[in-house]
């Protein structure tokens, strides 16, 4: 395997997991960036509030193409950072069909503390507190999983494990 050895299929830490999820969100503002330019100069878009829901489904789209990919390679460039790879059950790396199950199933982030601000019609840092209460409840929930995995990783038939990163 050319990106290390896999050590077991034993999930990684929750820190870590977590530490790679915020690397993750730091390395999308780059593909926020370019995907946003590339959008607003293809549809000559002259002020952020224009477009901005044919905005959020290019983005939806843009952010898809970019996790089925590398999650059918393996991992992500946060994830090789972190030494974490991303399996299906039987221990093989993803389909891309498997990868888009796990992209949508990965939105249960998100959407729960969106609909509930939307709902609600939260703004601002009430909305924040609502986002950060979830996912770190969402986290947490991993800890009742009997092999400690996410469970939108249980419920696209995926895992994340362990890998021992290669020798220089």
């Not at 929930?141 to 494990?161: K, V």
Request: charged residues 10%; glycine residues 8%.
């Amino acid at each position: 395997m050319p990106i290390g050895a896999v050590t077991a299929f034993v999930a990684p830490g929750l820190m870590r997991r977590m530490a790679c999820w915020l690397y993750e969100g730091m390395l999308l503002f780059g593909v926020v960036f370019i995907a946003g330019y590339l959008f607003g100069t293809l549809s000559q878009t002259k002020n952020a509030m224009d477009n901005r829901h044919a905005l959020q489904a290019f983005l939806f789209v843009v952010f898809g193409i970019y996790f089925v990919w590398l999650w059918s390679k393996g991992q992500t460039l946060a994830m090789k950072t972190w030494h974490i790879l991303v399996l299906d059950l039987n221990g093989q790396p993803l389909t891309q069909t498997r990868a888009l199950v796990r992209y949508f199933c990965s939105w249960l982030w998100f959407l729960p503390p969106l609909m509930v601000s939307w709902l609600t019609e939260l703004k601002g840092g009430e909305a924040i507190v609502i986002f950060i209460g979830w996912v770190a409840v969402w986290a947490v929930l991993s800890r009742f999983h009997p092999r400690q995995q996410f469970w939108h990783d249980a419920l696209a038939g995926t895992q994340l494990i362990n890998v021992k990163p290669k020798a220089s």
